[in-house]
């Protein structure tokens, strides 16, 4: 077996000419898998195939609407010419870059146009309160840009993302990563719909992100019920120590 390989279902397309590629990842606040989740489910995207590794993580699950649903999936929308690789997992850190690079190949190979990146960034790194996302880009990209600014000059992108932009880079691949402000130490659907409205508006197409809010408020409100029951918690034992 290939370390790294596409397996399409029977009957996927083979050419992707003109189409774009989105992905994202499990990394802070798990921008990129919500956002990447949320628009096959949306779009009612069409899965096509598989991306296969060496050390495929041992891990599947099942949905009514996807059935046995692999580690790293790809799903097409055809209406939009848009394809999303939705990794479910990250790969194993031995052949993380190679799976990237192998992405990368695939995606030149069948002529994808440009790949765009869905990852968060720590909210800590805002420079004004009213700031939302910032972006990096490789080289070739020559596209629309969001209406931010760039990433800080200095910060790093970290992880399977930080792979898949260094080897379009290498390969003159047009890719666009971005990056909105999140909690990075919880899920965070709300920056998960920052990222899908600014990427809407990059591809000039329609998405409906009211479903992500609604889950983020649900998040937020049992994180202030919990901050309650912690603040109600710790002024009863500081009053019985008076």
């Not at 990129?32 to 489910?41: I, K, S």
């Not at 329609?206 to 029951?229: G, H, T």
């Amino acid at each position: 077996m290939k370390k790294v390989k596409y397996v399409p279902l029977k009957d996927a397309p083979t050419n992707f000419e003109g189409y774009v590629l989105v992905t994202g990842f499990m990394g802070f606040g798990y921008v990129g898998y919500l956002a990447t989740e949320y628009l096959v489910n949306k779009l009612n995207m069409r899965k096509v195939g598989f991306f296969i590794t060496k050390y495929l993580p041992d891990q599947v699950s099942y949905s009514e609407r996807n059935g046995l649903e692999l580690p790293f999936e790809l799903y097409l929308d055809e209406k939009n010419k848009l394809l999303v690789l939705l990794n479910r997992w990250i790969p194993h850190e031995v052949e993380r870059f190679r799976y990237a690079d192998y992405v990368v190949r695939w995606s030149i190979k069948h002529g994808i146009v440009k790949v765009y990146g869905l990852g968060g960034l720590d909210k800590s790194f805002k420079e004004e309160p009213s700031e939302t996302l910032r972006w990096i880009k490789t080289s070739a990209y020559e596209g629309p840009l969001p209406d931010a600014k760039p990433m800080p000059e200095g910060l790093k992108v970290v992880g399977p993302l930080a792979h898949l932009l260094a080897s379009s880079e290498i390969r003159g691949l047009p890719m666009l990563a971005l990056l909105p402000f999140c909690e990075s130490s919880r899920q965070d659907p709300r920056a998960s719909a920052t990222g899908i409205v600014e990427l809407a508006k990059l591809l000039n197409i329609q998405v409906d992100v009211s479903d992500l809010m609604k889950r983020a408020e649900l998040i937020e409100k049992e994180i202030e019920k919990l901050k309650k029951v912690i603040e109600m918690s710790s002024g009863g034992r500081e009053s019985h120590y008076m």
